[in-house]
């Protein structure tokens, strides 16, 4: 199989691809391309890629497999097939095997510590303007966010996208924030390459006891461009935890995630911001940390005890259907 590397509508080391298709349709007649992720192939443009080898070589599509984890994905011309998310298993596993359970975060929140917790390794537009938000109106926050000067780096930071899709006041502030960065949690850096998933995951598991240290969970998913949906280690680990979310993905993420019968958080506090995609996403979750930010550490109380039910289902769905 030929492994592609991608993050939401990045498709790297082409000429790499190229050659291993190439080489693999001559001797073999077929070539099978994978990614245990889910980004969009129409928008990171491997279809492209693939269109004009084929059209060059005369290669038949047909005979080109690619596998993913994008369950929404299809095409007319190669064949797919789907496979499971790549950080569901392991983080479960971990959870268990750092001797985690529900036990330890079902009703132990401190609600007089942190109101958000946002936990950041590579800096895209999305998750410095969220954790921007954060440090600007001084909302109580345990945030991280690891970022690079180095254009080698895959922390690197991608000023072209902050360019694209910030408005630009907003753009001067969230370069504000890079000067203060690299922001770090007490248990370290957060990990981004290791040579096998259960190293990652040991890394992404030491985060797990400061969930009881803050209310909710806001996410920057790694794919957000394209139809796809995907759940990763950071959807995993407030479930997990017994954690509400507050996530920017794809428009219809959170509709898809109750698609796939779990349950999110409507009843207290606005998830119309699922309906959007790009800044304007990200401008309604705004509205929604600010709605949050006022309640008092009672009110908080209120709200989790009342969500408790759902918190348990997703938990309970999760280790069903995946553990």
Same mark, same amino acid.
């Given at each position: 199989m030929i492994i592609i590397s991608v993050s939401d509508n990045n498709l790297y080391e082409q000429p790499k691809i190229i050659m291993s298709v190439i080489h693999d349709m001559l001797k073999l007649g077929n070539a099978v391309i994978g990614t245990n992720e889910? +980004? /969009?192939?129409?928008?990171n443009g491997l279809y492209n890629l693939l269109d004009n080898i084929c059209e060059k070589f005369n290669f038949? +599509? /047909?005979?080109?497999?690619?596998?993913?984890?994008?369950?929404?994905?299809?095409?007319?011309?190669y064949q797919i097939q789907h496979c499971r998310p790549a950080w569901i298993n392991p983080t479960i596993k971990q959870y268990f095997l750092a001797g985690f359970d529900r036990t330890q975060f079902e009703n132990k929140k401190n609600f007089k510590q942190y109101l958000f917790g946002s936990f950041n390794n590579r800096p895209t537009w999305y998750r410095l303007c969220l954790v921007k938000h954060l440090i600007k109106n001084s909302i109580s926050s345990i945030v991280s966010c690891n970022t690079s000067w180095d254009e080698n780096s895959p922390n690197r930071i991608l000023f072209d996208d902050l360019a694209t899709h910030v408005s630009p006041s907003e753009y001067f502030e969230v370069m504000e924030l890079i000067k203060q960065c690299p922001i770090q949690l007490p248990c370290g850096p957060i990990a981004?390459?290791?040579?096998?998933?259960?190293e990652f995951e040991k890394t992404l598991t030491s985060l797990m006891p400061l969930y009881n240290d803050f209310f909710v969970d806001l996410i920057g998913v790694t794919f957000t461009v394209g139809d796809t949906f995907y759940l990763d280690e950071k959807e995993v680990r407030p479930i997990l935890c017994m954690t509400p979310f507050i996530i920017y993905g794809t428009n219809g993420h959170l509709e898809s995630m109750r698609g796939n019968g779990f349950k999110t958080f409507n009843q207290w506090w606005d998830e119309s911001y699922d309906q959007c995609s790009g800044y304007e996403r990200i401008q309604k979750i705004y509205k929604v940390i600010d709605y949050l930010s006022v309640k008092s550490s009672e009110e908080l109380q209120q709200i989790y005890q009342d969500m408790l039910p759902t918190l348990q289902h997703n938990y309970n769905h999760l280790i069903k259907t995946y553990g």
């Open positions: 889910a +980004p /969009s192939f129409n928008s038949d +599509p /047909s005979k080109i497999t690619i596998v993913t984890a994008n369950p929404y994905e299809t095409s007319d011309r981004s390459e290791q040579k096998y998933y259960y």
